[in-house]
Every structure is written in C-alpha cells, then in structure tokens.
C-alpha cells in the first residue's frame, strides 16, 4: 500500500511538470500580450507613449524568448510561492487568488456531495427496481438533467427564486451582507444562496452518474455471489449494499477524477451568470486581457487540483477493491 | 396423484418430500416450465443425485427448494415439506421468498454451493469475512467467536494455513481452494442438508474428486443428507445413494443406486448408461448416442417428453398422456412400458 502510495506521488511530477509547460504555452498562444492591449487601449485614449510601454516590457521580461520566462516565472513559484504579477490589478497573483479558490473549492466538494449523495441511491433504485414507474421517472429527469445547459437552468432558477420567492438574485450572499464580517445571519444567509450554484452545477454529474450506477449495479445483481449471499440467508437490503453495491461502487469512485475538472470548468458559465466570487469570472476576464500569469496561475492551479482529485479517487479505489491494490 | 411407497422403510419420514413441484418462467416468448411437476424425497443422512442434461431443470429445482430463483421463473404449483430437527414440517412452496422465515432456513438448515467457485464469493471480500458474516446471520455469537468458528471451518475444509488464509480474498485463491472455502461457508452453520450444485464441474479431475471426498466425509462428520446435482455419471456412481433421474423438468426414474445402475428402467436411463465407456469392456466402433437433441422448451412434445428420441416409442400411447412414477420393482419409474394397464390396451 505504502510503495502504491509513493509511486503514484511520483508519478505526479513529470505530470505537473507538463501541465505548467502546456499551461504556460496555451496563455501565450493568442498573439501579442498585455502590453499591446495596454497601448491599444492608450492609443484610443489619444496618447502615445511608446517609450513608457517599453521600459514596462523591460521590466517584466515580456521580450525574452518563452523558456526564459516560463524559467522566470516556475523558479518564482517553486522556491518564493510568488505566481507573478497580475498586469490588470497590478498587484501580486497570491493576493488576488485565494480568496477565490477558497469558494471554488468550497462550491465543487459541495458539489460533489450533493452529486453523491442524490445519484447513489437513486442509482441503487433504478437498477434494482429496473423499468417500474420510479426508474423510468429517475431516467427522465437525468436526461432532462443532462440535456438542459447548465446556465440555461441558472437563469430559469434565477428567475423563479426572485419572482416567486423575492430573493436577491446573483452571488452568495445578499448585497446587505456582501462586505459584513462573518456574522451567525450572514451564514444563514450564505446558505439561502448557496444551494442554487450546488444544484445548478450538480444536476448534469449527477444524472450521468445514476446512469452510471444503474449500469454498473445491473452487471453485478445477477452475479452468482449474489446467489451465494441470497443462499446464505442475508436479507435483500444487507446483501444489496454489502455485496452487489460494493462492487459497482468502483467506477462510480474513479469517476471523481473526472467530475473535479468539469466542476470547476462547467462552473465558469454558471459563475458569470449567477455572479458567485469564485475563480470562473477571473480567469474568463484575465484571459479576455490577456493577463497571463493570472490566468496562468489559476490554469495551472485548478491543473493541480485535479491531478491530486485523480490521485485521491485511486487511492480511494484501491482502499475499496484490493484486486487493484494487490497489483 | 398417486399414492407414492417410500423408498426406504426404514426411515419413513424424508428429510425433504418434494411432490408435484412447477417452476415457471415467464419470458417474452412464452411459458418455460423448467421444473414441471417434480416428485423427489431426501432421505436423512443419505446422498441423493439428481442426474440429468443441461437445461433438465435439475438446477432450478434445487433453487426452488431454497427459494433463490430468480425473476422471472416462479414456483407455480407444488409443495416443498421439510422436515426440521423438531419434527415439525414446513411447505417451503409456500413461504415468500424474502421472508425472514426462509431466510432462517437458508445457510442454517439447507445450505447450498454452486458450480463456480471463481464467481460464487463475492470478489472484493475477504474470504473469511464472508464465513463469519454467515456464522453471524444464525447464530448468536460475538464477532471474535464467529472468527474462531470460521478459521475452524477453514481448516476443517483442507486450507493449509486457514488463520493466514481468513484474511485472503477470493482471487488469491486457486478453484479447488475456493471451491472448499465455498464449502466451508455453506458448512458454517452445520445444516441439515446440503445442496451441491454441480461442485466439481468447473474443476479440473483430481481436484474434483478431492473435493467429492470432501462432502462424503463431511455428510459423515455432520451426519447431513446431500443433494448432489451432476450430469456425469461417474460422480453419481462414486458418492450417491440414492439416484433421481431428470429430462424435461420431470424425475422420470428414481431409486437407490444399486437399483438403477444395474437394473434400469427408464429408456432414457438405459441409453444414458450405455452412452457411457466402459474400462476393459469390449470395444466398439462407436459408443451409443441418444438420437436426436432435447427439444426446445417452449415446444414440449405431448405426452411423454422423451417419445421422440425415445427407442422403444409406443404411437398412440406415449403421446396421449403423460406417465407418471410408478413402484415398479426397487425403483420407481415414469414410463408406459411398465403400466400394467397398458398390459391391456396391448
């Protein structure tokens, strides 16, 4: 377990180092950088200040070839914790980011369980009560679920939640609350507002998943050891989630590796529209100016969480099925 | 029906007393009737065959007894009585199949072990948990007593190692060990009877006599009846007692060993015994066939449903009616050869 473990960490590092490389090339990619957005934005201002622009291009670095500055900025977070510059705020990425990823993080767990929690046993119900009225229901609604984008349901959710129930619309909490300190109200208030991102996020995972769940339990339900535990005398509840369940349970672990990134890129839209201070927005209008370590760094983080999210579901995995572990 | 003599007077009582039993499945494409109409008794403390073909329905009415079929087949007709340690009888036929009274019955009195072993436990358990977990279904005992008893079980069984072995799961295992941690499980709980579906098929030849060693001195040792499920005759001719023949989801033919190995009846049993090579017999060009393949099920022949690969056919008698067993002798047989009022209709 313990040589599993290692590996697999070791494992990770030609693999992070990959994803800054590519990090590091997509945000160069687009051509020209934050400087000519910059002097595009001053020549429509009317003024020309050609000599300002190049001594702020000296100072950043931004004229030396790609490995210098991928050298440059790499060193500065591997040994100082120092992402770089964002050119918009003008202030350090460390200051910008971390109050979002917080939420972010925050939001895709709460996701996750939400995920969990709905498409496990409704899963369970498809498969063992396969083509009665719930499961034709529960498949239904998980198409409709995959099927209906997701900021499309931000909107029709907004909408209701202000007509029908006068809440404020948009962000986590109510603007009365937005610049408060942490109060016992403001919390309450917090999870108003919270569920809506969490379902709004959830409900397309969380359908594919049941669909998953049904699949797999069908494979297993009708195994022989099923037969065996049914010989046995265990009642259909116990041996349900003790034998048949416990199998189908691996794909549905494995699939946290997958779900982590289109959590946190699904939730890009869904941020913008419903305005939650989560990394989303961030990254869309760094991107937009072409603000690149900002946008480098929140890639290159979200990156990085999700190898560790893959690293977590394998060791889940292996902490379930100990034919994966003994191999 | 008729009024059936037992076959051994001196245990009168069967352990189980299987009389007209049906199970059904309903498909899309019709009606299979996989067990239709099974006469059987278990006798105590004795090792009954049940030989047949594929697909006879000899395996379904072993899951009958213990209600494990699965949907869509159903007991339709019939009734299933044991007999339990307190004398008192009960209609299994009759029980739900998810009803605590069944599931009391299941691994502590009848127990059961299938054909493959590889897919019979569960794969991700440890091996020893899946005993124990059984101890602990039926017996009332703390966990670590239920270890105890398990490793014991284990050991019992021939597993070299059994405490390290507790701890293995099923892949780690060869087919004979898994197919003997199987038999400690079903064997966990001492039951009255046990129920061995095809044990030894998936297994390979001196494995498999291991392990029908196994279950002779276990039934011994327990002093439990067995029912053995198997198409090769070889096994039926080296541990059972007593012999009850299928075709069709029918026991045409039933009788202690020596009675229908040496003298059968039954011309299904009679080609089914001649099919088989005989060391230092005399050899022949070709050993004999039974002509012709099972009929399909969902196209049953009238009458008997062995007439139309049967060598001695009587047109206009054997596809009227259905033969029912009849005493005739020290076996009991399903088949109008014997019917002495076709003596007349001759």
């Not at chain 1, 687009?30 to 000599?51: I, V």
């Not at chain 1, 919390?187 to 959830?202: A, D, K, R, S, T």
């Not at chain 2, 070299?160 to 941690?181: D, H, V």
């Not at chain 2, 009850?244 to 029918?250: E, I, N, Q, R, S």
Request: glycine share 8%; hydrophobic share 45%.
């Amino acid at each position: 377990m313990f040589g599993f473990l290692a590996r697999r960490i070791l494992y990770m590092i030609p693999t992070l180092f990959l994803v800054s490389i590519v990090t590091f090339a997509i945000i160069q990619l687009p051509p020209g950088d934050y400087l000519d957005t910059l002097a595009a934005d001053m020549g429509e201002a009317g003024s020309d200040n050609n000599a300002a622009i190049e001594a702020l291009r000296l100072q950043y670095g931004l004229g030396e070839p790609m490995y210098v500055q991928y050298g440059k900025w790499m060193s500065g977070i591997l040994l100082h914790g120092n992402f770089g510059l964002s050119f918009e705020k003008n202030r350090p990425v460390t200051d910008l980011i971390w109050d979002r990823l917080g939420w972010t993080f925050l939001i895709s767990l709460l996701t996750l369980a939400f995920i969990w929690l709905t498409a496990l046993p409704i899963g369970i119900y498809s498969a063992v009560k396969k083509y009665s009225a719930g499961d034709y229901i529960a498949t239904f609604f998980g198409f409709i679920g995959l099927a209906i984008p997701n900021f499309l349901l931000a909107l029709v959710m907004m909408y209701v939640a202000f007509r029908y129930f006068g809440q404020s619309v948009g962000g986590l909490v109510s603007p009365q609350y937005l610049d408060a300190p942490w109060t016992w109200a403001k919390f309450g208030n917090l999870l108003e507002h919270i569920w809506m991102p969490i379902f709004v996020i959830g409900t397309s995972g969380a359908a594919a998943l049941i669909r998953i769940m049904r699949a797999n339990l069908l494979d297993e339900l009708y195994r022989p050891y099923v037969v065996t535990a049914r010989a046995k005398g265990m009642s259909e509840f116990q041996l349900l989630l003790r034998y048949p369940v416990r199998v189908a349970l691996n794909p549905f672990i494995s699939t946290i590796g997958w779900i982590l990134p289109t959590l946190v890129s699904g939730e890009i839209i869904v941020s913008v529209v419903m305005n939650l201070p989560t990394t989303g927005p961030m990254l869309l209008r760094a991107l937009l100016v072409q603000d690149m370590y900002l946008a480098g760094s929140l890639i290159l983080i979200v990156s990085v969480l999700t190898v560790v999210g893959t690293l977590i579901s394998d060791l889940l995995l292996a902490w379930i099925d100990p034919r994966i572990r003994y191999q | 029906m008729m009024p059936l003599t037992p076959m051994h007077t001196d245990s009168p009582e069967p352990l189980l007393r299987i009389r007209g039993l049906k199970t059904h499945f309903f498909t899309a494409d019709g009606v299979v009737k996989a067990v239709d109409g099974v006469d059987l008794d278990v006798q105590q403390s004795r090792t009954t065959c049940i030989l047949g073909e594929s697909g006879c329905g000899k395996s379904i009415m072993a899951r009958s007894i213990l209600r494990i079929v699965d949907a869509p087949g159903r007991i339709v007709d019939g009734s299933i009585i044991y007999r339990a340690a307190d004398g008192r009888t009960v209609d299994l036929a009759a029980m739900s199949p998810t009803s605590k009274a069944i599931r009391e019955i299941r691994g502590s009195d009848i127990s059961m072990i299938f054909q493959e072993p590889m897919s019979s436990l569960g794969p991700i358990q440890k091996i020893g948990k899946q005993i124990s977990e059984t101890i602990l279904l039926h017996r009332k005992m703390s966990k670590a007593e239920a270890k105890e008893a398990a490793i014991e079980m284990l050991d019992r069984v021939g597993i070299p190692n059994p405490a390290k072995r507790y701890e293995s799961y099923p892949f780690e295992l060869s087919g004979g060990m898994r197919q003997r941690a199987m038999i400690a499980m079903a064997l966990s709980c001492q039951p009255r009877m046990l129920i061995a579906d095809e044990p030894t098929t998936a297994l390979d030849v001196t494995t498999q006599a291991q392990i029908l060693d196994l279950i002779a001195d276990l039934k011994e040792e327990f002093d439990m009846s067995v029912m053995l499920i198997t198409h090769d005759l070889g096994v039926v001719a080296e541990v059972a007692e007593d012999v009850a023949v299928m075709y069709m989801g029918k026991v045409v033919e039933r009788g202690d060993v020596y009675s229908v190995f040496e003298n059968p009846k039954h011309p299904y049993t009679q080609a089914l015994l001649e099919s088989v090579p005989r060391i230092g017999g005399v050899r022949k060009a070709r050993l004999p066939a039974i002509k012709g393949m099972v009929p399909h099920p969902l196209a049953r022949p009238s009458g008997c449903s062995f007439r139309t690969r049967c060598e001695r056919y009587m047109p206009g008698i054997c596809d009227k009616t259905e033969p029912v067993l009849t005493q005739e002798g020290s076996s009991e047989v399903a088949c109008f050869l014997y019917s002495s009022e076709l003596a007349n209709v001759r």
